[in-house]
């Protein structure tokens, strides 16, 4: 349903770009949205948009140094991360949802997860 790519290992105040691609038939969801989930913690939410553009909203811990966007001629969505701190080691995974909200319960559709480390 929804294939996220981009992991890697890089160290703190790296760059990394996500990558998330939906099936055909979830294009018709309006939401696109970022999870992650660090060592030992609970998923929690990174950054969310309307598929077809604006309403970009994100997470206060990521604010300013991530950035949420979408290719829609190619239908893929995009989760750039800038100055990445040891902090944001999580696997994040993308999901697609029809409702405008935060909450990872509302989404129907998620990616399998790629993990990033982020080194000191």
């Known amino acids: 349903q929804l294939a996220d790519s981009g992991g890697g290992t890089v160290h703190a105040g790296d760059s990394l770009r996500l990558s998330c691609a939906p099936s055909q038939r979830l294009f018709s969801r309006s939401i696109l949205a970022w999870f992650r989930q660090g060592p030992g913690k609970e998923r929690e939410f990174v950054a969310l948009?309307?598929?077809?553009?604006?309403?970009?909203f994100y997470a206060d811990s990521v604010k300013g140094r991530f950035t949420i966007s979408r290719d829609n001629p190619r239908n893929i969505g995009y989760l750039q991360m800038s100055g990445l701190k040891p902090e944001d080691t999580a696997v994040y995974s993308c999901?697609?949802?029809?409702?405008?909200?935060?909450?990872?319960?509302?989404?129907?559709?998620w990616g399998q997860g790629t993990q990033v480390t982020v080194v000191s």
């Open positions: 948009m309307r598929w077809r553009g604006g309403s970009e």
């Open positions: 999901a697609v949802g029809s409702e405008y909200t935060s909450s990872l319960s509302a989404y129907e559709y």
